[in-house]
C-alpha cells in the first residue's frame, strides 16, 4: 500500500501499487470510471475502464458515489489531465464501504456545514487547517523542550478565576461548585518554585456569550511561566515560541498551505525581533486613524484590525492601563497606572494571539485588587502563599491555539481552527 502523496510521482510510473482511501469525486463515460481518489495525504485519479477490472468490480465502480471507501491497485501513469499529473489505471477495484448519498454538496449554508461537521471535517481545507495546526503545536514544543522549559498538566476542574467571573461555566463537583479551568496560570505559578520554566498545553473554557469570529467557548491553551523572568524577557520568549511554531508550519506543510491560498513566502518572514508599541502610541494611532477612544479604551477585534492591517509581522502593545487587565499583574513603576504586561498582537489585521504579563509579587497588592473586585480571599489563600515562601520575579502568557491557527491559515472564523467548534449557539455535534 502507497501513500496517495507518494504515488503522484515519477518514480512509480509504470508501477503497480495500491492504494486505500475514500471516493472524492467520481464521473463515467463509455465504459470508463474516473475516480477521483482522496486519502489523509492527497487525492489522486484512479480510472477504472470496462475489461481492465472483472465485471462485477467495474460495476462497483459505477455505483460508488462520493465518500464510498475503496481499495485500488494498479498500474501509475502520468497524464496531464489528471490533478497531480498522474493517475492510476485501476486492475482491481475493491469496494470497502458503499456510501449513501452524501449530504454536503458544493454550495452549503455555514449553518449547514456546521450541523454535519462531523462530515464536514473530511474536506481538503479542514484536513490541511488541522495538519497546520499541529505543526505549530509541535513546533511549539520543540521550542519549549529546546529552551529547557518542562510540560506539566495543570488541573481543568478548579475553584480559582484567573480571568472574568462573567464567563466562568461552573459545574456540579459532588456537593460543591467547581468551575472549568479559564486558565492554567496560578497552577502553573506554582510549579515554578520546583521546575522554574513551565509550560502546559490544555482546553480553556470561557462562557462568551457574545458571538465574535475570534471566541470560542472550549479553546486550546498554549501558557508558559517562567521563574526570574521580567517582562521584557518575557516578550522575546513569546517571539522566540511564535516564529518557531510558524516557521514549522513553513517547513513542514507548505502544500497545506497553498492550498488554504497562504503564501508560505509571507509567513517566512516571522523572525524575532517583533515591534513593541506602548498602549499610549497605540491610543494616539488610533485617534489619529479616526477611532473614538480615550486613555483607558479597551481594544477590541476593531481597534486591534486597525493597529496590525497594515503591517506584515506581529506587534506587541505593551504597558496596558491596570483596569482593563486582572490583578495578578505586576504594576509598572515607570508608571504606575499600568502594568508590566503585553499583548501580541498578529499581523494582517488579525489581532491578539498571546496575553502575557510579569506577575505581581507584593501579596499586599493582590490583596488590595481582590478586594476591591468583590472576591472572596478564602479561594486564593493558596495563591497568596506562593508569595510567602521564596517568592521570587515571575512572568508568564497564554497563546490561544486557534487564535494563532485563525492567522496563520487566513480563516474567516475561528470556528474553522478547531474540528468541533463551541460557541453559546452549538454544542452539536
Ligand atoms: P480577548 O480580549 O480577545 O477576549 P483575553 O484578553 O480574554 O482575549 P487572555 O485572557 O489574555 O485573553 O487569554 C490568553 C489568550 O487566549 C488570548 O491572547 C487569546 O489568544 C486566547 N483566547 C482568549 N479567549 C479566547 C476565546 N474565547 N477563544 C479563543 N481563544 C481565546
Ligand atoms: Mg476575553
Known sequence: MVAIKDALSKDHVGKKVQVKGWI??????????????????????VTVKKGNVPDAEFENATKSGIESSVIIEGEVAEDKRAPGGFEIRA?????????????????????????????W????????VAKVKAA??????????????????????????PEDSTTLFQMKYFDRIAYLSQSAQFYLESLIFSLEKVYAITPSFRAEKSRTPRHLAEFWHMEMEAAWLDNDENMKVQEGLVSAMVQNVVAE????????K???????????????????EAME???????????GSDLGAVEERTLTVDRDTPVFIVNYPKELKPFYMKENPEDKRTYKNSDLLAPEGFGEIIGGSERETDNNLIIERLREKGESLDNYQWY??????????HSGFGLGIERIVTWVCKLEHIRDAIPYPRTVARVYP
Open 136 to 161: 505549530l503545536v509541535r513546533g511549539g514544543r520543540e521550542w519549549f523542550h529546546d529552551n529547557g522549559y518542562v510540560e506539566v498538566n495543570p488541573p481543568i476542574v478548579t475553584g480559582v478565576c
Open 253 to 260: 506543510c507548505s502544500e497545506e498551505l497553498r492550498l488554504l
Open 121 to 128: 471535517i473530511r474536506s481538503r481545507e479542514q484536513t490541511a
Open 24 to 45: 472524492y469525486r467520481t464521473r463515467s463515460s463509455g465504459g470508463i470510471v474516473f475516480a477521483v481518489l482522496r486519502d489523509s495525504t492527497g487525492i489522486i485519479q
Open 262 to 280: 497562504r503564501d508560505p513566502a509571507s509567513l517566512k518572514k516571522m523572525e524575532p525581533p517583533f515591534d513593541r508599541m506602548k498602549y499610549d
Open 384 to 393: 497568596l502563599d506562593l508569595r510567602k515562601y521564596g517568592s521570587v520575579p
Open 285 to 295: 494611532y488610533l485617534q489619529k486613524k479616526g477611532h473614538d477612544v480615550s486613555w
Open 91 to 119: 486492475s482491481k477495484f475493491q469496494l470497502v464501504g458503499i456510501a449513501e448519498a452524501f449530504p454536503i454538496t458544493e454550495y452549503q449554508s455555514t449553518e449547514l456545514l456546521l450541523d454535519l461537521r462531523h462530515l
